[in-house]
């Protein structure tokens, strides 16, 4: 079945990509919305990566045209592994945790105590523990997961690559 679904069209592959984007995305959000999970700022940033690659794929998606789909597959590329970088980082934090711990402040916190320039950027920062696992599946963290989500993601885009490289 995987050999099957890389062999589709580029644009149903980049499309698939960007669903599967934004249902880890939604996913993250029923965690810190439904469940009640703060995240964190390696969390954050993981979110910011991952809406990049969701658009980078959905954007490129669009296209038939070949030096765009290898621009935005090639971008797609560098965002998933930096995106993979910050959770395997995250990961190596909760396996190592430091001695002290400190990622940010409470939302409401920052709001009460700050003006509104200096809060906004703050809440973007997260207020989670880095290195505290909060919830776990068949015994990884988000963060283990998301670093899944992000390998793969770029091994389908470097196939995907290759075979654009192929065909020319």
Known sequence: MLARLLHTSPRRLLSLI??????????????????????????IVQRYALMAVA????????????????????LMLLLSGFGAFVAARQSFLQWYPPEIASCGRDFYGMIETFPLKRAIPMIFKGSGDCSKIDWTFLGLSIANWSFIGFVAIGLVTLVMIARQLEAR
């Open 55 to 74: 658009l980078a794929a959905g954007i490129t998606a669009l296209t038939s045209k070949k030096p765009l789909l290898m621009s935005g597959s090639a």
């Open 18 to 43: 960007c669903a599967a984007c934004v249902a880890m995305l939604a996913f993250g959000l029923y965690l810190q919305h439904v469940v009640g999970l703060e995240p964190c700022p390696m969390c």
